[in-house]
């Protein structure tokens, strides 16, 4: 009997694909044993580009921080941004526990059984997963909150220490199922909405940083469309996750959990809005953003990946509660670097010369015919890839 297509090795499931020969083995030359254990169905690595914000200063310490991101200009404008932030960057950190969740329908006297149970829920939690206690986490609270008249969440709130704690907070829920078991709960699972790990950042910047009191203050007028306007804001927040995100993945994050929370967040009153606010405070101006961030230093892909694990140790060897203020910092770097184009006259300038670049490589241009390629289309008022590809021509001949 023929196997399955998820029992064949990567190689075999590359030659069940029919692929041209030349693309299947690329694929399988980017193979990579640790990889392949982490997904179903594995065929090959994806690569990322990966760049770096070279100096960033966050509570008076320098970091460099990897940003895996594929867009150009990313990474250029979160170093602007980051030594427009010169007098550093502030984090304040609230709480640092996961939320899961078991959702019951029509959970009459679900508060009266948790005050009465509450030493048992508690043990139950600590016997599930012993070792987050060791460390010094595990169960912290256990709330109800009633979202309809028939719909109850039952939240238990759990310290996962430097793990971003997904599969800690599920273990420990579906441990607690059996002692609920006469209310029937629906389910469980964790919640990604963190908002019991809310950080908060702060920035001044030098008006002579950013070219002057004028563009401070058309940098704060362009914020607050943000607030009022959720297309604005949709795209503010885009570009806040260029950073966020690009450190997230960079650090073998879970990028889709930061990003949900922070859209949710982003929600809260009921309208859709910009994360980062920008004021004039003291001759300055004043950012800041707060986030309900959950992200770890250990487990799920972190301690799987080497690639992960190598990203990581340029910011240094940190715990959970760090990585979390260094993402958002550049977060907060990112916003500052794309307002402050906007506001000087729009973002295309600076974005064109890496545009260009990529265009230049679409076309077939060679590493060393690149920059060649680029200097001529700068130059021009319109460009095509059929321009582009008219250029190298001109260039090789
Ligand atoms: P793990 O299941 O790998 O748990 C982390 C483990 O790291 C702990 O169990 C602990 O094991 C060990 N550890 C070592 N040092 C520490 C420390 N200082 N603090 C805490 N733990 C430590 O990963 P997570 O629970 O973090 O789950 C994250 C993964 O789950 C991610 O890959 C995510 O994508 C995925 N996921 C996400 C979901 C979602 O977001 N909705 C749903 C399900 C999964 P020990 O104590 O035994 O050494």
Redesign the pocket.
């Known amino acids: 009997m023929s196997k399955k297509f998820y029992e064949l090795t990567p190689d075999e499931r590359l030659l069940a694909l029919n692929l041209k020969e030349d693309i299947r083995l690329s694929l399988s030359s980017r193979q990579s044993p640790v990889n392949a254990q982490m997904v179903e169905n594995y065929i090959s690595d994806f690569r990322m580009p990966m760049g770096v914000v070279h100096d960033i200063l966050i509570d008076e310490q320098h970091f460099s921080v990897p940003m895996a991101i594929e867009e150009p200009s990313v990474v250029a404008a979160a170093n602007n941004g980051a030594k427009m932030l010169s007098n550093g960057v502030h984090v304040i950190m609230a709480d640092t526990a996961m939320i899961g969740q078991m959702l019951l329908i029509g959970a009459a006297g679900v508060d009266e059984f948790i005050d009465l149970h509450r030493d048992e829920i508690f043990a139950k939690a600590k016997q599930a ?1 012993p ?2 206690y ?2 010094g ?1 595990g169960l912290r609270d256990v709330r109800v909150r009633n979202i309809s008249k028939t719909e109850t969440s039952v939240d238990f709130i759990i310290d ?12 420990i829920l579906e441990a607690e199922l059996p002692l609920f078991e006469k209310f029937v709960p629906l389910g469980v ?2 919640s ?1 909405y963190a908002t019991n790990q809310l950080v908060t950042v702060t920035g001044d910047v030098d008006f002579e940083r950013i070219g002057g009191r004028e563009v401070a203050q058309k940098i704060v007028a362009l914020n607050h469309f943000s607030k009022n306007d959720p297309y604005r804001a949709t795209t503010e927040n885009k570009g806040l996750f260029n950073g966020i995100s690009a450190v997230v993945l960079a650090t073998g ?2 990028w ?2 930061v990003e949900a929370s922070g859209h949710a967040y982003a929600s809260r009153d009921g309208q859709y809005r910009g994360l980062v606010t920008w004021t004039i405070l003291n001759g300055k101006l004043h950012g800041e953003l707060t986030l309900p961030i959950s992200v ?6 972190i ?1 799987a990946m080497p690639d992960a694990k190598q990203a990581l140790s340029i910011i240094g060897d940190v ?2 509660d760090t990585l979390r203020g260094v993402i958002l910092s550049v977060g907060l770097a990112q916003n500052l670097a794309a307002l402050k184009s906007i506001a000087s006259g729009g973002i295309q300038r600076g974005h064109m010369r890496m545009q260009y670049r990529a265009l230049a490589m679409q076309v077939g241009a060679k590493t060393d015919e690149i920059t060649a390629i680029v200097s001529r289309l700068i130059s021009l008022s319109y460009v095509d890839a059929s321009v582009a590809k008219k250029i190298l021509m001109e260039i090789r001949n």
């Open positions: 997963k070792s987050i060791k460390r986490g996962t220490k430097d793990a971003m704690g997904a599969n800690i907070v599920n273990t699972i964790l990604n994050n879970d889709r959990a770890g230093t250990v487990g799920g892909a301690s715990n959970a």
